[in-house]
């Protein structure tokens, strides 16, 4: 497609479970972040890729965060044994290789409900 | 490190007046600035960036922004209001030495008729 894709767009699930979150981003963009958006908090920022590394994955909150990429492609945010402090919408958001000044796209999320 | 404060988290304004959204940033190099707008149950849209030259950007949908390096700021601004423009609006940095951008929390622009 032309733009990021996110799936699913919303998702309602019960403390404990894990989940995962899917980003499919621009065509030939090398680079991916994931951020967080909570209410009052502003986005924060999670993890980036280059290709299918992380050379910074310094905003995982916490263990229980991974992501991975595949293919230089698609990526997967997945959280274990969730919580409700977990509850937020997850952004995704791509940019092209260089020269990169640093412009994202993005997504429209993944809104995660942790009840 | 760098990091993005607004100040405001939220504008009003009332439509047809100009409006103005804060930004100030610390970078220990050089920045790259940004604006981007969220709309309700919306990804962010890419507004304006600040790369190097001229002060005074403009972006999308009649809105521009200056880059002030002394007082390390970034104001959003725009001649003329529209309830259209009602929206959250982020402010972003990235020092040329960083891969990723920080975002701001967000102000909230409400442009009344």
């Known amino acids: 497609g032309a733009g990021v894709s996110q799936s699913p767009s919303n998702k309602v699930t019960e403390k404990g479970k894990d989940v995962e979150l899917r980003c499919d981003p621009i065509?030939?963009?090398?680079?991916l972040y994931w951020y967080r958006q909570s209410l009052g908090q502003g986005l924060e920022f999670l993890i980036y890729f280059q290709g299918n590394s992380a050379p910074d994955k310094s905003g995982l909150p916490s263990d229980r965060f991974s992501a991975e990429r595949t293919g230089g492609s698609v990526s997967t945010l997945t959280i274990q044994r969730t919580q409700q402090e977990d509850s937020a919408v997850y952004l995704c958001?791509?940019?092209?290789?260089?020269?990169?000044?640093?412009?994202?796209?993005f997504g429209e999320g993944s809104r995660l409900t942790v009840l | 490190a760098q990091s993005v404060a607004q100040p405001e988290d939220q504008v009003n304004v009332a439509e047809g007046n100009p409006l103005t959204v804060k930004c100030t940033y610390s970078v220990s190099g050089n920045p790259y600035l940004f604006w981007y707008v969220q709309y309700p149950n919306r990804g962010l849209q890419f507004l304006l960036k600040?790369?190097?030259?001229?002060?005074l950007v403009k972006g999308s949908y009649g809105f521009e922004a200056e880059f002030n390096k002394s007082q390390t700021s970034f104001h959003l601004k725009k001649p003329s209001a529209l309830v259209s423009d009602s929206a959250l609006y982020f402010c972003?940095?990235?020092?040329?030495?960083?891969?990723?951008?920080?975002f701001g929390k967000g102000t909230m622009l409400l442009v009344s008729p």
């Open positions: 958001a791509s940019s092209p290789p260089t020269p990169n000044t640093g412009e994202l796209f």
């Open positions: 972003a940095v990235r020092d040329r030495g960083y891969s990723t951008l920080t």
């Open positions: 600040y790369i190097t030259g001229d002060n």
């Open positions: 065509s030939g963009h090398t680079a």
